[in-house]
């Protein structure tokens, strides 16, 4: 049986609750690599590639207070359901757009260049 997949996943941090719940709500076996800004952006990679990295320079954008929302009567579901409900809508529109992500040649020509002996 082939290992976990693996996945670039950039910027500073480890594995957060984001992640984990991703990969619990998937059902995903991945092997997260995760490496530095700036070594991402010696090898051209930028925000375009992982749409919710803020490249390290904003830290706080997805830090937001929903204190207006919940006033209205809104309130959070888990983050679970909002994944698997996002995967599949993706799995039936079209939502991809060109330069934004990385191809899985992409991916793995990074990996690749990434490894200690790359």
Do not use: K, N
Not at 28 to 51: E, I, K, N
Not at 55 to 73: C, F, K, N, R, Y
Not at 89 to 101: F, L, N, T, Y
């Amino acid at each position: 049986m082939p290992g976990p997949a693996r996945c670039l996943v950039a910027g500073h941090r480890r594995a957060g609750p984001g992640d984990l719940a991703t990969t619990t709500a998937l059902d995903a076996d991945v092997d997260p690599r995760w490496w530095p800004a700036d070594r991402l952006h010696q090898l051209g990679v930028d925000g375009a590639a992982f749409p919710l990295w803020s490249e390290g320079e904003d830290e706080g954008g997805l830090a937001l207070d929903p204190t207006a929302a919940t006033a209205t009567g809104l309130s959070a579901r888990p983050i679970e359901q909002t994944i698997r409900e996002t995967y599949a809508w993706m799995q039936e529109h079209p939502w991809q757009r060109d330069g934004v992500g990385l191809t899985p040649e992409r991916g793995a020509g990074l990996l690749a260049a990434l490894r200690p002996d790359g």
